[in-house]
């Protein structure tokens, strides 16, 4: 396995270090990370991927109103049980969200992340351990 991973962003993830919550159409979520280009959320039911929706945050009185699709979404462990977190992507630049994002850097709210591609690194090392150490299926003997 190459220890190398791909990072395919066009610019800078930055955490959530303290709650920014939002609704996705209508369902509730909490924002996990921002990128000039998308977020990642958390949420208790299942989203389709491909499904365009309205992500709406505010923390402060500083938010925004964005067209999303998402991207990816997976069932994830978190402290509060088994929810589903998932990524989206801005279906086009706003500058709304730029300048919530950017009020959001000044407050500590979000920090730049600079270890995603490392959790990126180690999750592809545990997908390779784990296919590695499977069940061995082997051809049967003709009968």
Do not use: C
Request: hydrophobic share 35%; proline share 6%; charged share 20%.
């Amino acid at each position: 396995m190459n220890d190398d991973v791909t990072d395919l962003r066009k610019g800078d993830r930055f955490i959530v270090v303290a709650p920014v919550e939002g609704t996705f159409n209508s369902v509730p979520v909490s924002l996990l990370n921002l990128s000039l280009g998308g977020a990642q959320i958390r949420h208790a039911h299942p989203v389709r991927l491909g499904t365009p929706a309205t992500l709406t945050f505010t923390r402060g009185g500083v938010g925004a109103t964005v067209t999303v699709i998402v991207v990816w979404s997976h069932l994830a462990q978190t402290e509060e049980g088994l929810r589903y977190q998932s990524g989206v992507k801005l279906q086009e630049p706003d500058v709304r969200y730029a300048a919530a994002m950017n009020s959001y850097i000044r407050a500590g709210v979000i920090a730049i992340d600079t270890e995603s591609l490392e959790r990126k690194r180690q999750r592809e090392l545990e997908r390779q351990t784990k296919r590695q150490s499977g069940p061995k299926i082997t051809a049967l003997p003709p009968s």
